[in-house]
């Protein structure tokens, strides 16, 4: 080593060993005066505030024995302004603890979060939230996940206590904001099913907003949390609806928004209801799960029972919907196992049935044209499909068309 770089070495070490000392040296003044006993909470809030003005560095330590002091001297207010001293003072020391990331303060800003609830009074004033915030949202940059339980717990009481006082409801959407904000930072999955609720809840559109965004944060694959919404029967449809919504909003893997499908698809024909929103819900529900279906497969067998309600259900209606029951036929077109093979098969049967005896019409005939194409693409070597097929290419019971359908999908599955 070149003696220039030495000497530029032992200069960068004497005034970083300079700051170090006058840092430490500051502390310890600050500390002693943060801690007389003569000292109030006004005094208490200056000395922070000091500290912060200073822009000193990874003193996580002070601030939590800060925060462990100013516990203890809570028990003293009597004031108004001793109360207003005591939450600027807190609110430093939560946001000071979070931007530190000092996770063993977790259990001190958790005390924050209780102490400073909005349903709690101090001196006759309720709290307005606003640390509790601040102390939720640190618990979250802290990455305390022992408390993820306990901030989803007072999410999902702050959701149920829907309240339309405009003074109440502000206060306490400044807490909602706080655990929304822990919770997506914590990454458990214990913090979807409260967030999801307050996404849809009764609080204010920016609120939601928020809930909406931290959601898919929160957990790659919230598929079961997910499903268990779709089939709680305590849930209208819309929920429903918006939760599994929310699942194709997700990074899960196909097989786990396959398996949701199928939840949802069912309930689509479980949940009975004669609200025609609900209905409509229901039905939007069904024809996503399908096209999901379709697109990453079957993982759950009740999908064939259901995707056949899809087909009968429509055809048997007055106003059925063509585009469910197209869908149905595709999804089984197109997932191509033994068992959608025959579903499709069952239903050429029962047209073939109808083709020759009736009832027929032009709903009949719009599925004939649904079906036949989709059993082609199939490709499979089924020796009763491709019989049923010949006799409809020969049977002078359909016209040149309905035989041309079906001669082409014998092309199709190379005859």
Known sequence: MSSMKRI?????????????????????????EYNRSTATFIDRLEVLQTV???????????????????????PDIKTKPEKDAAEASARILCQELGSEGYTAAAPELWYMVQFFDV??????????????????????????????????????????????????????????????????????????????????????????????????????DPGEVIAEIIRDPANNPSVKFEAWREMLRTRAPST??????????????????????????????RMSAIDTIRMFGVEDDSVYTNLERSYNNNFVNASPSYDEIRRTIDALSTV?????????????????????????????????????????????????????????QRSSDYTGNEQTWARNALRDLGQ
């Open 8 to 32: 530029i070495i032992t200069i960068l070490v004497f005034f970083t060993g300079m700051t170090v000392f006058a840092q430490s040296s500051n502390l310890s003044y600050y500390t002693e």
């Open 52 to 74: 912060r003005e200073a822009n000193l560095t990874d003193i996580g330590e002070f601030y939590h024995d800060a925060l462990k002091v100013l516990i203890t001297k809570l």
């Open 119 to 220: 349903v709690r009074a101090i001196v006759g004033d309720l709290n307005n939230g606003l640390t509790m915030q601040d102390a939720l949202v640190a618990l979250g940059q802290v990455n305390a996940k022992d408390y993820a339980p306990h901030i989803a717990l007072r999410l999902d009481n702050f959701n149920t206590d829907h309240t339309t006082d405009v003074e109440t409801r502000r206060r306490v959407q400044r807490g909602v904001v706080g655990c929304i904000s822990a919770l997506e930072a914590l990454h458990e999955i214990i913090g979807y099913k409260p967030v999801f609720f307050a996404y849809v809840g009764w609080y204010d559109p920016a609120i939601k907003s928020i809930a909406s965004a931290a959601l898919p944060n929160i957990v790659e």
């Open 256 to 285: 786990s928004k396959a398996k949701v499908a199928s939840v949802a698809l069912g309930t689509g024909w479980t949940f009975a209801t004669s609200i025609p929103e609900f209905q409509r819900n229901l039905r939007e529900m």
């Open 336 to 392: 191509k196992t033994d068992e959608a093979v025959n579903l499709l098969l069952k239903f050429l049967r029962e047209l073939h049935a109808r083709r020759r005896s009736g009832p027929w019409g032009n709903k009949e005939r719009q599925v004939l044209q649904m079906v036949i194409p989709a059993l082609g693409a199939t490709g499979t070597q089924s020796q009763d499909v491709r019989q049923l097929l010949t006799t409809i």
